[in-house]
């Protein structure tokens, strides 16, 4: 089954296109994302992904593992 997440972050790094395009190449190598989006101007990023070898906490972990602040998380 492919779910999907919307993340928003309380960093404006994700308006660099460079930046966007990193995140986007790095979680797609992971297993189990099947896409992702990253909107800067609205600092959120879109994945889906499939429940039985990805979940949503592991997408948060990375996202702040490479040091952006998911709205809602202690930086």
């Known amino acids: 089954m492919v779910s999907t997440t919307q ?3 309380t960093d404006s790094v994700f308006a660099c296109e460079n930046c966007a395009n990193t995140i986007e190449r790095v979680l797609l190598k992971k297993g189990g994302v099947e ?3 990253v909107d800067g101007s609205e600092k959120e990023l879109e994945v ?3 429940r039985s070898r990805m979940d949503e906490d592991r997408i ?3 996202v702040e593992e490479w040091g952006y602040t998911p709205e809602g ?3």
């Open 35 to 37: 896409d992702v989006t």
């Open 60 to 62: 948060v972990e990375l």
């Open 7 to 9: 993340i928003r972050v």
């Open 48 to 50: 889906r992904f499939h």
């Open 73 to 75: 998380s202690s930086p």
